[in-house]
Structures are given as C-alpha cells and as structure tokens.
T-cell receptor, first 111, second 111 residues
Framework: AQRVTQPEKLLSVFKGAPVELKCNYS??????LFWYVQYSRQRLQLLLR??SRESIKGFTADLNKGETSFHLKKPFAQEEDSAMYYC?????????????FGTGTRLQVTL | DGGITQSPKYLFRKEGQNVTLSCEQN?????MYWYRQDPGQGLRLIYY???????QKGDIAEGYSVSREKKESFPLTVTSAQKNPTAFYLC??????????FGSGTRLTVV
C-alpha cells in the first residue's frame, strides 16, 4: 500500500537559513508527488507538482526514486514561509485517483 | 468566480445526531473527495467519487456516508455511528490529469 512519511512535525529555522522539509514515500508504481501548503486561516493550496518541475516561491523539490524521497527545499527562508506543509502522493487504480498525504510538517521561520 | 465551496464553516452537532456537510464546485471537475484533518495526523481520505452516481470508500469511511447525484455536488453525512466526529473536514475536486483544488473546510464540533 502507498505511504507518505514526513518525519518532522515541526521545523524551526532562522530567517535567511536554508530549509529542507523531508518526505519519503512507498509506492509500487511510478509516483506522482505533490507538496501542498496551508497558511494560517487559509485553504490548502498546491505548492509544487513533481512532473511540472517548477519553482514556486523559491521552493524546489526533486524526486529521488532511488531513495524514494521528495524533499522540499528553499535556500533562504522568509517569514512568510511559516505554514503547514504536506507531502502527498497520487495513487491510481484504473481510472480512479486519490491523494495520500503525509502527517505534515509545520515550518516556523523566526527572526 | 470558479471554485469549490464548503458550507457551513462551523457546525455543532449533538451526540446521536446526523449532520450533512455541503461541498459544491463549479470547476467542471469530474472527481471529488472528502478528507478529515486532525492535528498530527494529516489528511485522511473518507470517500471519493470519480463520476456521478459512483463513489468509493477511502481509508476511514466508517460512520460516514456520501452521495453524488450531480457532478457539482458531493455532500458528506456524518452519522451517529462515527464515534469521534469532531474534526476539520476538507472537500476537494480534480480534473483528470490536473491538480487538486481544496475547499476552505468545515469545522465540526460535537457538543
């Protein structure tokens, strides 16, 4: 069965420091992975999708199939990056698809 | 203004009562989903539907029921059989091959 693991519940970094939010997955097929972000009092929104290979708000994530990881990185943290971050994997069964989420990591950026 | 709307924002339920949470989307998305969000547990899938008049159980379907009579609507009923219904409920929709769009959520509290 598919599984997404985010080992850190809370990550606290100083403004300007590099950020790495860890995500590991287990999936028997070719994975489709996402990072979602939830800012305080706002709805969950898509941050990154691995197949698009975009950089959003300075964040990047590379799929490493050998290590089954999809870590989220940013070279210099900003205060506005403080939020809850969820890694998610899309599981396909025939024509149906569903997202499996990790338990989330709260990023706290302090001055 | 296209989007996904959940109502009500806050809902209070007495023990033994059934309550229905509304989810409507005007994005013309085929698939719709219900997730439950609890602190420290991330988002867990309750039910999902790929097409009208068809839906599947997710990981924590017990005590919940859904219907999908229209493409735009996917209401969730929390029944009295759900032993721990106090949570934040999120609805989502997806266009085939696209990303997921989330609603702003309903916070259900048992009083």
């Amino acid at each position: 069965a598919q599984r997404v693991t985010q080992p850190e519940k809370l990550l606290s970094v100083f403004k300007g420091a590099p950020v790495e939010l860890k995500c590991n997955y287990s999936y028997s097929g070719s994975p489709e992975l996402f990072w979602y972000v939830q800012y305080s009092r706002q709805r969950l929104q898509l941050l990154l999708r691995h197949i698009s290979r975009e950089s959003i708000k300075g964040f990047t994530a590379d799929l490493n199939k050998g290590e089954t990881s999809f870590h989220l990185k940013k070279p210099f943290a900003q205060e506005e990056d403080s939020a809850m971050y969820y890694c998610a994997l899309c599981d396909y069964t025939g024509t149906a698809s569903k997202l499996t989420f990790g338990t989330g990591t709260r990023l706290q950026v302090t001055l | 203004d296209g989007g996904i709307t959940q109502s009500p924002k806050y809902l209070f339920r007495k023990e033994g009562q059934n309550v229905t949470l509304s989810c409507e989307q005007n994005l013309n998305h085929d698939a719709m989903y219900w997730y439950r969000q609890d602190p420290g547990q991330g988002l867990r899938l309750i039910y999902y539907s790929q097409i009208v008049n068809d839906f599947q159980k997710g990981d924590i379907a017990e005590g919940y029921s859904v219907s999908r009579e229209k493409k735009e609507s996917f209401p969730l009923t929390v029944t009295s059989a759900q032993k721990n219904p106090t949570a934040f409920y999120l609805c989502a929709s997806r266009y085939r091959g696209g990303g997921y769009t989330f609603g702003s959520g309903t916070r259900l509290t048992v009083v």
